[in-house]
DNA sequence: ATTATCTATAGATCTATAGATAATGC
DNA sequence: ATTATCTATAGATCTATAGATAATGC
């Protein structure tokens, strides 16, 4: 029981603090902040993760698991083009998530960060997986004629790169829709069909 | 004479600047690692930038006269796709600089940040300068297929998607070759002997 | 007068440690 | 014993204001 709550504690404890890095990033966020939000002094809150740097470990961790902890996700067939465009709708609904990450990433690339080596690895695996599953899919070349390595780094670059615009103004900016315009650039045209046919689903894209 | 020595100092402070945001982000430079590396008090900065804010807002005007500054640039020209894949080639020289404003970009999506309107107002402009461009070279549709506006989303998702993973991880991303395969989805096969056709020069990308 | 700088410092924060208190689990 | 929290606080920083000093430009 104890343990159960515990459990409880640091789950929120790390909730909370998704939202003040999405609100300040990590050098913005305090540690009080996140402790006012789950209603503990600064002190309890250190009581869960002894310093700052562990509570972000913590929240890249739990991120870590949920992109490749799912039984599906693992070994490779985690990044499939069609399930990245199931992922962007998904994330179009819920820009806070979407705002914590991408204020990290940008974090990310100043000296000493914490999470700069967590993005690095993780950027190398996701390219790895990409390039495999569009491996699988199409062979040594996609049909807009890159091969699956050079496709992987645009992706990965349209992602993350559609997310700061549509974050700074989300009505300017259908981010599902362009990732789909992107991926019809990647497949060709035809792109919408084949995936329908893959997934037994009927209807169109678009 | 006193006027002129003022605008070097202020240059001075400006690029210090640059170089400890580049380090640290906005949120993490301090004023004094500024001053230190121009080799000024704290205090003595403030006399050229009453405040921390107003730094920062000074740096972001002179980057916006540096893109839209120069007699080519005005009207909608600098970002045609064949300058800007030199300007990615000429950003891949200088990472200081790619970092200052991808650390800027990425702190600019958090509550409150100064460079938020910024980097809004600048995407809006930009995106409707490479519309213009793509709709000058190729009509209501690119040979890739997509309208200009739904190419300059993506093209702009592109250029920054790309300096995070290659400032992550220099070695394992060519930027510029990642961004010539980019403008062929968009323009189609034989998109490199347009550009040089245009250009009235001879040769071959890629 | 104005400009360029400096010393001193107020006033806010922030992280993290020390040590106490109360409740829970053997 | 261990777990969950708290109060108190040390030790660092940070921004920005106040006020002094020296040099430059009319």
Redesign the pocket.
Same mark, same amino acid.
């Given at each position: 029981?104890? @343990?159960a @709550? /515990? +459990?409880e @504690?640091r789950a929120e404890i790390l909730a909370a603090a998704l939202t003040v890095i999405a609100e300040r990033g990590y050098r #913005? $966020?305090?540690?009080? $902040?996140v $402790?006012e939000r789950v #209603? =503990? /002094? *600064? *002190? #309890? =809150? =250190?009581?869960?993760f002894?310093?700052? +740097? $562990? =509570?972000l470990v913590a929240v890249l961790e739990d991120r870590d698991r949920w992109d490749t902890g799912g039984g599906a996700a693992r070994g490779g067939g985690a990044w499939r083009p069609d399930l990245l465009a199931s992922l962007v709708e998904y994330n179009a609904m819920r820009p806070g998530v979407v705002q914590t990450f991408s204020a990290l990433l940008g974090e990310s690339v100043t000296e000493d960060h914490p999470a700069r080596e967590f993005f690095t690895t993780r950027y190398v695996q996701v390219r790895a997986d990409m390039a495999a599953s569009l491996r699988a899919e199409y062979g040594e070349v996609l049909p807009g004629g890159l091969t699956p390595e050079r496709a992987a780094v645009l992706m990965v670059a349209v992602l993350d790169g559609l997310q700061y615009q549509w974050l700074l103004d989300p009505s300017a900016v259908d981010m599902p829709a362009a990732f789909r315009d992107f991926l019809e650039l990647l497949e060709g045209p035809g792109a919408a069909g084949r995936a329908a046919r893959r997934d037994g689903e009927a209807g169109t894209r678009d």
């Open positions: 029981m104890a @343990r @709550r /515990s +459990e @504690r #913005g $966020a305090t540690l009080g $902040a $402790a #209603g =503990l /002094s *600064q *002190q #309890g =809150l =250190l009581h869960y002894p310093t700052k +740097e $562990a =509570l």
